[in-house]
C-alpha cells in the first residue's frame, strides 16, 4: 500500500474520536488509545510529577515532619498509572486480560483471608473458573449472559458442587462467603471489562475506554479527596466501629471534589450531560465511600487489621479495588441506561 | 556437557513451572528471606503439606544457584516408576532418601552427606511426609545426624502456611492461595546441639513451630 493511500484510508476509517485536532501522519506509530484518553494520562503524569515535587519540596521546607504514608501513597499511585498505562495501551483484549487478572488477585486475597473447608477444594476451584468465563463474556460483549452468570448460574452452580460432596458442617457460612467474593471481586469488577465492549458509537469523546478511564480515574480521585479532606476538615466520624478515619465533612468535601472533576471531565471523556454529570459524581463518591468501607468491615469481622502482613508486598489488592466494587456496577449501569 | 545440561534442567524446571505456579498462580510472601542461606553447604528444613511445598522452596533461591540446591526425597514414592524417577532426578534434581531401612550397613543418609561435602544446599522436610494438610508432624531425626557430622553447618528452619490449602495429598490441581513462608534463625550442631540429636530436633521443631505461631492464619478444617 503507498504512503498516499495509507494516509487518506487512516483518515477516512479512523474514528472520529481518534482523528483529533492534529491527526498524527500515516507511517508514523497510530496512538494506541482515543486522542482524549491520551490526554487524559498526560495529565494524571503532570499531577503526579507535582505531587512527586511538591513533597520533595515539602521535605526540604519542614525537615521534621513525616512525610513517609505520603510518599508511600505517591509511590502506589506511580505504579497502579503505569500498569494501567501498559493495560489500556495494547488492544483491548490485553486489557480485559489484565482486569481479569485484578479480579483473580482480589479474589485469591479474599479467600486466603476467610475461612476455608479442606472439604470444599474442588467448590474452590469452580469458584476460579468463573473468572475466565466471566472475562470472556465481557469481551465478547455477550451482555445477557454477562449479567446473569454469576448472579443465576454459578450463585446455583457451587452449592450444588458443595452439597454434592455431603459435608454439612459449616455449609451456609462456607458457600455464602464464597458467593460474596465472587460478586465483589469477580461480577463487580468485570464491568469494568464490559465498558470495553460497549460500542463505540455510544460514546463519541473516546468510546469504552475513555469511560473506563473515567470511572477509574474519579475513584482512585475520589479515594485521594475523602482521605486528605478527612485529614484537614475531619471531625464527626461517621461509622466509627468500622473504620475510624471517614468522618461526615471529609465525605462531603471529598464527594464535593469528585463532582468538581466529574463534571469537569465529562465533555471530554464522557456522553454525559451537565445534570448526568454532577449525578455521576455523586454516585462514584458515595460509590466508592460504601465499597471502601464495607471491605473494611469484612476486613474487621475476619480480625485482618488494615495494613496487615497477610499480604506485603502483594499491597493488598483488595484494599486498592474495594470502592470500585460498588462504583464499577454503579457507573455501568448508569451510562448504560442513559446512552446504550 | 553432562553437568551444563543438568543445570538446563533444574533452570527449565525452576523457570517454566516452579515460577508460574508459585509466583502467578499461588504468591509467595516471604518474612526474613534474607535469613536463607547464599551459599552451601547448608540445610533448610520446611515442613510438608504438599508436592508444591518443594516448587515453594525453589522459588526462593536466586536462578544461578539452583543447581546446587537439592530437595532430598523419598526413594521409595519418586522412584516408583521409571519416568517420575529420570523427572525427578534430572528437572527437580532430587536427592532420594531410603525411608525404610535396608541392609543393616548401609548409610540412608550417604547421598545427603556427599552433596553437603560439594557444598550443596539441602531441601529436607523433617516431617518426612505430607501428612494431614497444614497440621504440623513430629520430626524424624535425620537431620540431626546430618548436622552432627557437619556440625558447622547452619540448619535454616521454615515453616510455610497456604500450600496444603492449595493442593493437599490426593489433590490433582492446585486452587490458588497466598502462601506465607517465614524463615528462621539458622542453628548450627555446635551452637544448639549440645551434643544431643533429641534435643537438635527438639529445637529444630520448637523454632518452626514458632514461626508458625507467629500469624493468625483463617481456619481450615
Redesign the interface.
Known amino acids: 500500500m503507498s504512503s498516499a493511500n495509507g494516509l487518506s484510508a487512516a483518515l477516512v476509517a479512523a474514528p472520529a474520536a481518534r482523528q483529533g485536532i492534529v491527526p498524527v501522519p500515516a507511517g508514523l506509530p497510530q496512538p494506541v488509545f482515543p486522542e482524549a484518553v491520551a490526554w487524559a494520562f498526560t495529565g494524571c503524569y503532570a499531577l503526579l510529577i507535582l505531587v512527586t515535587l511538591a513533597i520533595a519540596v515539602g521535605r526540604r521546607l519542614r525537615p521534621g515532619r513525616d512525610f513517609t504514608e505520603l510518599r508511600l501513597r505517591v509511590k502506589a499511585f506511580w505504579f497502579i498509572l503505569v500498569l494501567a498505562t501498559l493495560a489500556l495501551g495494547f488492544n483491548r483484549t490485553f486489557s480485559i486480560v489484565c482486569i481479569a487478572f485484578v479480579s483473580?488477585?482480589a479474589f485469591?486475597?479474599y479467600?486466603?483471608?476467610?475461612?476455608?473447608?479442606?472439604a470444599d477444594?474442588r467448590v474452590?476451584?469452580w469458584a476460579?473458573l468463573a473468572i475466565p468465563a466471566q472475562y470472556v463474556l465481557a469481551g465478547v460483549g455477550w451482555y445477557g449472559l454477562f449479567i446473569i452468570f454469576i448472579p443465576v448460574f454459578w450463585f446455583l452452580a457451587l452449592p450444588m458442587r458443595m452439597v454434592l460432596i455431603g459435608h454439612t458442617q459449616?455449609f451456609l457460612r462456607a458457600v455464602g462467603m464464597l458467593q460474596f467474593g465472587l460478586m465483589t471481586c469477580v461480577f463487580s469488577l468485570s464491568h469494568m471489562a464490559f465498558l470495553l465492549a460497549l460500542p463505540d458509537a455510544g460514546n463519541p469523546n473516546g468510546g469504552g475506554v475513555a469511560l473506563l478511564f473515567y470511572l477509574v480515574f474519579l475513584t482512585q480521585f475520589n479515594d485521594v479527596a475523602q482521605y486528605v479532606a478527612g485529614k484537614l476538615v475531619g471531625r464527626r466520624r461517621i461509622v466509627p466501629q468500622v473504620h475510624a478515619g471517614k468522618t461526615a465533612e471529609g465525605l462531603v468535601a471529598g464527594v464535593g471534589v469528585t463532582i468538581g472533576f466529574a463534571v469537569a471531565l465529562a465533555p471530554w471523556l464522557t456522553p454525559l450531560t451537565l445534570p448526568e454529570a454532577v449525578a455521576a459524581g455523586l454516585l462514584i463518591g458515595f460509590g466508592g465511600f460504601l465499597g471502601d468501607i464495607t471491605i473494611a468491615a469484612i476486613k474487621r469481622d475476619?480480625?485482618v487489621t488494615e495494613g496487615d502482613?497477610?499480604?506485603?508486598?502483594?499491597g493488598g489488592i483488595l484494599g486498592r479495588v474495594d470502592s470500585l466494587t460498588f462504583t464499577a456496577p454503579a457507573f455501568f449501569h448508569f451510562v448504560y441506561f442513559l446512552h446504550y | 556437557m553432562r553437568n551444563a545440561l543438568h543445570v538446563l534442567a533444574r533452570w527449565l524446571f525452576v523457570v517454566l513451572l516452579a515460577w508460574p505456579v508459585c509466583l502467578v498462580v499461588l504468591g509467595m510472601n516471604v518474612r526474613h528471606r534474607n535469613r536463607l542461606p547464599r551459599d552451601g553447604p547448608a540445610i533448610v528444613t520446611p515442613n510438608h503439606n504438599s508436592h508444591l511445598d518443594t516448587l515453594a522452596m525453589l522459588t526462593l533461591f536466586p536462578l544461578r544457584r539452583i543447581a546446587r540446591v537439592r530437595p532430598v526425597a523419598a526413594a521409595d514414592y519418586f522412584l516408583k516408576t521409571g519416568l517420575l524417577g529420570w523427572f525427578s532426578l534430572n528437572f527437580v534434581g532430587i536427592i532420594p532418601i531410603a525411608r525404610k531401612r535396608g541392609a543393616a550397613d548401609a548409610d540412608p543418609l550417604a547421598g545427603c552427606s556427599e552433596a553437603l561435602a560439594r557444598g550443596e544446599i539441602l531441601i529436607i522436610f523433617p516431617e518426612g511426609t505430607r501428612g494431614e494438610p497444614e497440621r504440623m508432624q513430629e520430626l524424624k531425626s535425620g537431620v540431626a545426624v546430618l548436622a552432627s557430622r557437619f556440625p558447622d553447618v547452619p540448619v535454616v528452619p521454615v515453616f510455610m502456611h497456604g500450600l496444603g490449602k492449595s493442593m493437599p495429598k490426593g489433590a490433582l490441581v492446585p486452587v490458588p492461595f497466598f502462601v506465607d513462608v517465614y524463615v528462621g534463625q539458622a542453628m548450627t550442631w555446635n551452637a544448639d546441639a549440645g551434643g544431643d540429636r533429641r534435643g537438635f530436633m527438639a529445637r529444630l521443631s520448637e523454632n518452626m513451630r514458632l514461626l508458625g505461631e507467629k500469624h493468625e492464619r483463617p481456619e481450615f478444617e
Open positions: 483473580f488477585v485469591k486475597e479467600l486466603s483471608m476467610i475461612p476455608t473447608r479442606r477444594h474452590l476451584f476460579y459449616g475476619l480480625g502482613a497477610l499480604t506485603p508486598g502483594h
